[in-house]
């Protein structure tokens, strides 16, 4: 099968470094790719929809996988399809369910599933005056696609009335701002469930965790995530079964019935609270760096997986098999100055090879007009390695980290640890 993967982050990186496995894999592409991605397959250089399709058509491309939310949102599946190219990724409607969070909201309160309590504002005005008589904290989102960006929690009305500013008056987010959901604020943990479906049924992947604040003890600002350990011991295979049964399939029979079957991955990012997980929000595409530990946990070839989500119809018995007795864990380590302002161009040295049970993932990081890898991007490398237990690979990923140098490299010490004991 000849492959093209859309993206150049480390989930693309992690993506085809398990696609690169499969015995049916004959040619891969990423289109741009990064540096850990060249040592796969090729990279080439596909700016928009119209060069990506004549190339699909040209390299008789038999799939394509789309990994950020970007090109889903603006319908590149739908376009590949009517072109007769195998796409990995829902339709322009079903990626509502990550572009629009009011989208995402109704179809929730349409099919019952449990979420926060929330209202959706077009207007200044009244937004505000619906915070004037509300018990705080609460939760301000931009309704469309911000670059994590978009939500804020509020704890007194100033901070809500800011927050409905930026977002409604001052356009820091542009047309994604115009609306805005406001919704009660959820206790609890959270975990990051991702499911893949053919627009039927549903495959669970391993439940894993994400580590979103720059530093230990989840202080500091928000990030795209610093790092990740699966499995989640906080995700028992009970609640598994409650969260398949109670938020995805509804969302998969939702968007069937909508006449836009649900094909692709289902990121549902949850919050585990005293009354059951609850959905704090859905994306429709792998997490990151949530995939940099989930896809050393697969045992399955994810190729054909993938390839019939694409077609629309599993097999009847296709299996997604998770290795039990393995974690993983992904120590992210950021440029100086992430997340505002990350420098780039600090050479990275050699980086370990051939690691045993383990990968340093690539991310922001670029070949320099010399032949040497720099930094290239707020979060670089992802240091991933995976035992028999949590404890083994978070040291083991935390000994490869050691291994990473350049300039400026900082990275949290609690990924995989903190969150356990507190
Ligand atoms: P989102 O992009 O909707 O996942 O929000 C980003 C982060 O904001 C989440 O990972 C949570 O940490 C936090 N968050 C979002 N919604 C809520 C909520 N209703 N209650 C508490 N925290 C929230
Ligand atoms: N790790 C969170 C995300 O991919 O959105």
């Known amino acids: 099968m000849r492959v093209l993967i859309i993206g150049s982050g480390g989930r693309e990186h992690a993506l085809g470094w398990k696609i690169a496995q499969s015995a049916q894999l004959s040619q891969l592409y990423f289109a741009p790719g990064n540096p850990g991605c060249a040592h796969l397959g090729k990279c080439v250089d596909l700016p928009d929809l119209t060069s990506t399709l004549s190339f699909c058509q040209e390299q008789k491309i038999d799939l394509v996988v789309v990994g950020p939310e970007k090109p889903l ?110 919704e009660e604020f959820l206790v609890g943990r959270e975990a990051s469930f991702h499911v893949i479906c053919d627009g039927k049924r549903g495959l669970a992947l391993v439940a894993a965790q994400d580590h979103k ?16 350990f699966a499995p989640s011991p906080f995700v028992t295979p009970e609640m598994e079964q409650v969260i398949l049964e109670q938020i995805a399939d509804p969302v ?11 094909q692709g991955v289902l990121f549902i990012g949850l919050m585990l609270t005293w009354h059951g997980p609850k959905v704090l929000e859905f994306n429709v595409r792998f997490g990151d760096p949530e995939t940099q530990v989930m896809m050393p946990l697969i045992e399955s070839d994810l190729l054909p997986i993938l390839y019939q989500s694409a077609q629309g ?37 050699p980086l370990p090879q051939n ?12 070949t320099n007009g010399e032949g040497k890898l720099v930094t290239a991007g707020g979060r670089v490398l992802g240091a991933t390695a995976w035992r028999s237990d949590l404890d083994r690979a978070r040291n083991a990923a935390y000994r490869l980290v050691e291994k990473v140098h350049f300039r400026g490299k900082y990275f949290r010490k609690d990924i995989g640890g903190h969150e356990l004991n507190s």
């Open 73 to 182: 949102v603006q319908g590149w599946c739908d376009h590949l399809r009517a072109a007769g190219i195998a796409c990995f990724g829902p339709s322009k409607l079903a990626a509502q369910l990550e572009g629009s969070k009011a989208f995402a909201k109704k179809v929730m309160a349409e099919t019952k599933i449990p979420t926060a309590k929330y209202q959706r504002f077009d207007a200044f005005d009244q937004a505000c005056a619906y915070v004037k008589n509300h018990e705080f904290p609460l939760v301000v989102k931009a309704d469309g696609l911000a670059s994590g960006k978009g939500v804020t929690i509020c704890q007194n009305e100033g901070e809500a009335v800011m927050a409905l500013k930026e977002a409604m008056v001052d356009n820091r987010f542009g047309e994604s701002g115009k609306v805005v959901v406001i």
């Open 213 to 228: 604040a720059l530093h230990d003890g989840n202080h500091g600002p928000n990030t795209g995530g610093m790092g990740t």
């Open 252 to 262: 998969f029979q939702y968007m069937a019935q909508q006449g836009s079957p649900f």
């Open 313 to 349: 119809q599993f097999e009847p018995d296709l299996d997604l098999k998770i290795a039990d007795q393995r974690a993983c864990v992904c120590v992210v380590c950021t440029a100086e100055g992430y997340p505002e302002n990350p420098r780039s161009g600090d050479v990275i040295e």
């Open 355 to 366: 690691v045993e049970d383990g990968i340093v993932f690539h991310a922001g990081t670029q």
